[in-house]
Nanobody
Framework: QVQVVESGGGLVQAGGSLRLSCAASGSTFSINAINWYRQAPGKQREWVAA????????KYADSVKDRFTISRDNAKNTVYLQMNSLKSEDTAVYYC?????WGQGTQVTVSS
């Protein structure tokens, strides 16, 4: 059974930064891509970023490009999402997805 656990969310002022972490169990972590999603109140869940197996390939939604950075540490089975220049519209629950398994999410609230 794969387990995915997100952490690092919180309350931050607009323009601030947060770093989210996603820890996943499973021996296949290092050979699979990882995705971050988010869901704002009253909205559908949307894809935010993805990172390939070795970390050399990353992709971002247009709304977060140049502000967010996804990275991974395969030795720790962990993926990070560094979020800079946060905006109120970044307020959402952020989820990590690995092999179709989802974590419980971590709340990010950006105050204007």
């Amino acid at each position: 059974q794969v387990q995915v656990v997100e952490s690092g969310g919180g309350l931050v002022q607009a323009g601030g930064s947060l770093r989210l972490s996603c820890a996943a169990s499973g021996s296949t972590f290092s050979i699979n891509a990882i995705n971050w999603y988010r869901q704002a109140p009253g909205k559908q869940r949307e894809w935010v970023a993805a990172i390939g197996v070795g970390g050399g390939i990353t992709k971002y939604a247009d709304s977060v490009k140049d502000r967010f950075t996804i990275s991974r540490d395969n030795a720790k089975n962990t993926v990070y999402l560094q979020m800079n220049s946060l905006k109120s519209e970044d307020t959402a629950v952020y989820y990590c997805m690995f092999l179709g398994f989802w974590g419980q999410g971590t709340q990010v609230t950006v105050s204007s």
